[in-house]
């Protein structure tokens, strides 16, 4: 996730700025540094939410209290969820810190 983020950003930046790449649309000035600020928090907040469940799901799994395909399906279900709610958090984030 990370890679595919820093890649993404990378051909924002090493795009023209009067025809934009793939994240600006066309709006070097206003748009480009907003839509890399929400890309890279977006990532971040998705591996670090995924980070903290494996090692919720592998305490429970230690403890007795889940067994590794109720700690799969958990996992599952937090990266699934993930990739809608980061985005909109960075969004909102990265909107409020401007």
Known sequence: MLAAAAAAIGAELASPCPGGGP????DCS????FAIGVLGLAAGLY???L????AWTRGL???????ARGARDWYLL???LGLLISPLLA???VSALR
Do not use: E
Request: glycine share 18%; hydrophobic share 50%.
């Open 91 to 93: 969004f909102t984030l």
């Open 61 to 67: 799994v230690k403890r007795g209290r889940a067994d």
């Open 23 to 26: 994240l600006a649309f066309g």
């Open 30 to 33: 206003s748009v480009r540094p």
């Open 47 to 49: 591996v670090a939410g």
């Open 78 to 80: 937090a990266a699934g």
């Open 51 to 54: 980070s903290g469940v494996l």
